[in-house]
Structures are given as C-alpha cells and as structure tokens.
C-alpha cells in the first residue's frame, strides 16, 4: 500500500545535469465464534478516475523504436531513447530509485532519463493517461494512489510477461520471475496468466510496537483478546494508552483487523471478501473482530484524539511513547526513523487473536508485495521502464533499497552481509513464526476506492471515533461492496 510522508514533490532531468470493536464481546463473542464452528460455519479522490480513465482523449505519443536485443539488452531498450520515471515519493523515499536510475543511465548513457517523486500521483497522473501521454514507469502507490483494478479493466497496462521472463539482471541463465519472492507473480494478475503490476518492495504488516516499552509493563505479546485488553489496562494505569493508529487514514486498520478476521475464521472469509460474495462482511468473525477492536474504543485504550490524526502524527505519537500499539507496515521503521528513539527497540507482531476458537493459530500474519510499480500501455518507452524494473531486481540495487529503507524487497535475498535494523529483524522473525500462515487480502489492489474511502474512512474511521456499533459498520460495509459488486462500470476479480 506504501505510505505518505511529508509532501514533497521534486523532479530531476538526468542527462541534462539538472539533477523525490463494542464492550458486549467477552464470553457472548467467544459463544458466537464457538457456536459457528460447531455449525460448520478499509477520503481518497479515486472516482474521477475511474472515468477518466476509460479512455483516452488526446493524441497517444510516439513510441520509440524498438533497440536491438543482446544478452547484455534482453528486453531490446532503444539506447537513445528518453525514459521517464514518476515515484511516489513516501516513506521509502527516493535515493533508492535515483540509484537504480543513474545504474540505467550508465547502461544506455544515449538516453535521457527524466525522474520526478511526488505524492500526488492520481492528480499528476490522471490528465497524462487521459491525453495519451504517460510516463514509462510508476510507483503507483499512496494514498492518491490509481485504482489498478480500473486500469488493468480498462487496459491501461502493459504486460509485464516479457520482464518476467527475462534473464535476470546478475544471471543470465535465471529469469526474473524466478528470483521473486512467493506470491509476487501471483499478486501481478488480475485474471488469466498476464501480469500488470510488479510489486517491488515486500511489506510485513501487522502491531508494530516498543519492546522496551512493553518489558517496562513486565507484558509479553498478547495473543489472545483477553490478554490484549489486560495490557492496554496496565498501559492506561501508567499513562499510555493502548492504541493510536492513522486517524485520518483508517485504512490502515485493517493491517491488523484483516488478518486478526482470518486467522479468527480462516482464509475463506478473506477470500470471501475479496471476491464481493453477499454477506460476506456478516460472518461471525467479522463481527467478533470488529467488536474486539471497538471495546478499545469504548474501554478509552485508544490514544484520545487519534480520529484527527494522521499517519505521521499517530506514527510520531506512538514513537514518543504516548500509545503502545499502532498497527501499520513495514515502512513505519523508515518513516519514523527521525522521531523514534534509538533504544526504542522496535517489533512486530502477528495480530492478536480471539481465543483459542480461532482457526488459524497464532503467528498468523499479513505479509505481502508493496510498492506497485506500472508500466503504462501508452508509455513511449516501455521496454525502456521495464528495463528500469529489471535493474531494481538486481542483488545490488535489492541490497541498497533493505540498507537504505529497513525494508525488503520482491527480490528472494539481498540481505546477506547486511545488519538489519531491530524492525526489519523483528519482521523476518514474525515471517518465520507464521510460516504457511500468511494471509494476502487483495481489497486494497482490487477495489481501491471500496477499500480506502468506503471501508476505511466511512466503515472503521466511524466506528473507532465511537460514532457507529459494530453492527451498524458491518450493515453499511456490507451495502459498500454489494454496491461494488453491483457496478458494471467496475471490473470484478475472484479468487481463483
């Protein structure tokens, strides 16, 4: 999903030298998920997208010649044509891509390669695929991130098949698609066997929190509901509260609510989800999960006034000790590295679950691509951005962006001889704990607007600040996606 850092938005032209849940839970709850299982039993401007995105009003640009292919140029890249660049400028940041940019440049020093970060990248985006125009590669994430179930429905991409298949870019007799992480090809489709989208960076996320905090309460991670709110008591009496999460932003909740509802009733009430089917957002586990995380609000374990705040200002709350727990991603250790304190001590956790009810056990985590870089169908050099992709997924420039960011990469290696932060160590434990037990909610990459400004801000943003139940969360969440489900003009993806 990536997150949002302070806006900046700075562009470079390279070659030119002109160089960014409701207190009723406790044994009522616990009674509904057992008496199921005896049975058998997430505002971000993404709508003027989608229309603007259907199709094209200006004059498509020229596509550059095709270059010759060689063992050193397996994707045939023209070597003097201009490749353009747009990142989305978060909590990653960007030295990472200007490096692999300048690696690019030396590879076809003909070139002209024009790099710019911002976070605005719908708005910055939007009119160029509209008039024919756009870039040739994009990190399309944040939270102006485009709909990718609407540009792959309006065939907005380019099939990133020929970069999977490529040599890889440290071993010619490797392809590209086999030195990924699991899933990461997987993730890339829609429907059918193309892929659209390569998801560069790999995000743990789950409840992020202090360890030092947590030993100075003399607590060890809760696992159950019960031990959760026996902490954030503890925390209370000392000062701190339990929670705080992006207020302004409450699609980040789910982080940790949606894996929490899997491993509560297994992986087919994500599948469920995801695929739009009616009812889905009833299932006993949702409401058992929901309920879980109001009783926070309604017990006062979450950090007063975090409905108005944002994700770097919950995020530097947190880090200054004021709440225990903040669920989020793996990019928090970067984003925050300037306001956390170096003895901080930094971990993650899978979520906590209900009981030992729940289907899945304990360690069960969410863990998957972040980062969706893009190469648009109109792009004027596509071989050219995804040529830029290939020199990412090198050894070299997977090792950069894990020293540089504390985070991995979709590349399966690239920390060896690397010392990894208390955060990244703490996420590739939680990865081991888990195991087969990683679930991939595709919400967030198939219906952005559903998951963002509906699920989030209009469904859980209400319900954490106290103005909606449980109940009446899962009424209009459901109505959402049967919405969703019903609109023609959104295309639908399943779970195959």
Known sequence: MGSNSAEYDGTREHGTRDRTGHGAAGVGRRGLIKRSVALGLISVPTMSFLSACASGGGDDQEKAEAGKKTAKNPL?????????????????????????????????????????????IQSTLQPRFNQGTPPDLIDNSGAEQMDMGTLVGKKQL???????????????????????????????????????????????????????????????????????????????????????????????????????????????????????????????????????????QQKGYVLKGTPGLDHIQSQTAWAKGDALFIPNGSWVENESANVMPDDFDLAVSAPTGLDSSDKLPFGTIWASGGEPFVVPAKAANA??????????????????????????????????????????????????????????????????????EKIGVSGLGEMMAGRATPAETIKKIQAFADETAKDSSIKHYKHQ
């Open 383 to 452: 071989p050219g951005g995804m040529e830029q992709l290939r020199i990412m997924l090198s050894e070299a420039s997977s090792k950069n962006f894990t020293g540089k960011v504390k985070s991995l990469t979709a590349y399966n290696g690239g920390t060896d001889g690397i010392e990894l932060t208390p955060g990244l160590k703490s996420g590739v434990a939680a990865l081991e704990v888990a195991g087969e037990n990683v679930v991939n909610p595709r919400l967030q990459d198939w219906y952005v607007q559903l998951q963002k």
């Open 76 to 120: 045939g890249v023209n070597d003097t044509a201009p490749m353009e660049f747009v990142l989305f400028d978060g909590g990653f940041g960007k030295e990472y891509a200007e490096d692999a940019v300048t690696v690019y440049e030396k590879a076809f020093p003909g070139a002209k390669v024009k790099f710019s970060a911002t976070q605005k």
């Open 158 to 296: 380019t099939d990133l098949t020929p970069l999977l298949d490529a040599p890889s870019y440290d071993d010619p007799g490797t392809k590209v698609r086999d030195t990924l992480r699991p899933g990461i090809v997987e993730m890339g489709r829609f429907d059918g066997e193309q892929v659209w989208i390569l998801y560069y960076a790999y995000t743990v996320y789950g409840v992020w929190y202090s360890q030092k905090a947590l030993d100075s309460l003399d607590e060890q991670y809760p696992e159950t509901w019960d031990q959760m709110l026996a902490v954030c008591a503890k925390a209370k009496k000392k000062g701190m509260a339990g929670w705080t999460y992006a207020g302004k932003y409450p699609y980040y909740l789910p982080f940790s609510l949606y894996p929490m509802i899997g491993k509560v009733g297994g992986r087919e009430v994500l599948d469920a989800i995801d695929n739009l089917e009616p009812n889905a957002w009833k299932h006993p586990a949702v409401k058992a999960c929901f309920e879980a995380y109001y009783e926070l």
